[in-house]
């Protein structure tokens, strides 16, 4: 079974602090992703990574950064972390490889609040 | 652009069948996932189409028309643990990614 962990089920931060939200999966996947789930708006795509060392902005970027500096970990960089980023943040992972399907298998999520 | 549409909230009874619609509007189309997420937990994969027609899996089935830009999530002799959100996700690579895109998902409350 695939497993994708995350760092923290919870975090609480204060305004202004760099956040390190660390994910690693256990599949050997190609890719990796970082949402933030919010009441009444879903899943929205921060970013991904096909590769190690490569990233892609997704939908909603701004305010934050990623890094994959080895294939089985992807990390959510909050520079300065706001209150408007309090939020579940969720990683995900998928075989890529050309796979037709490619489902995604997600982690347990990260709850962080920005006081 | 995408936009994928589901209702918000739907009930239903337990031993009865429900069937929740995901419409979308892309520009190319890759296929269309169904995953469910329990209150607290992370999304899991249910289902995946790509071609038109009805999958079935157990007591979940999948339908995808195409030309419609419609698919729905059946779920058959529901049970109390079927109370989750369900989340449709749409992949649309005209704009060069095969990332799916998410809709907003539908909270499903099943009652005895």
Redesign the interface.
């Known amino acids: 079974d695939v497993k994708?962990t995350q760092s923290s089920r919870y975090l609480v931060k204060r305004t202004g602090e760099k956040v390190f939200l660390e994910c690693v999966q256990d599949m050997d996947h190609e890719n990796m992703?970082w949402y933030r789930q919010d009441p009444?708006?879903?899943?929205?795509?921060i970013y991904?990574s096909y590769d190690v060392k490569m990233k892609?902005k997704?939908?909603i970027p701004e305010g934050y950064s990623v890094s994959r500096e080895k294939k089985e970990r992807f990390s959510l960089i909050l520079e300065s972390a706001s209150t408007n980023q309090t939020s579940m943040y969720?990683c995900a992972s998928s075989l890529g490889q050309g796979d037709?399907?490619?489902?995604?298998?997600?982690?347990?999520?990260t709850r962080l609040t920005v006081t | 652009g995408q936009n994928i549409d589901q209702p918000t909230e739907m009930t239903a009874t337990e031993g009865a069948i429900v069937q929740i619609n995901c419409t979308y509007q892309t520009s190319g189309f890759n296929?269309l996932?169904w995953?469910q997420q329990h209150a607290?937990?992370?999304?899991?994969?249910l289902s995946?189409n790509?071609l038109d027609g009805l999958e079935e899996k157990g007591r979940f089935s999948s339908f995808l028309s195409r030309s419609k830009g419609y698919s729905y999530l059946l779920l058959k002799e529901l049970q109390m643990k079927d109370s989750a959100s369900y989340?449709c996700?749409v992949r649309d690579p005209a704009g060069g990614?095969?990332?799916?895109?998410?809709?907003?998902?539908t909270s499903l409350i099943v009652h005895p």
């Open positions: 994708v992703f009444g708006l879903g899943l929205r795509l991904f892609e997704g939908d969720l037709l399907e490619d489902e995604q298998y997600f982690g347990p999520g | 296929g996932f995953y607290g937990e992370a999304p899991t994969f995946y790509v989340l996700a990614s095969y990332i799916p895109t998410f809709g907003r998902g």
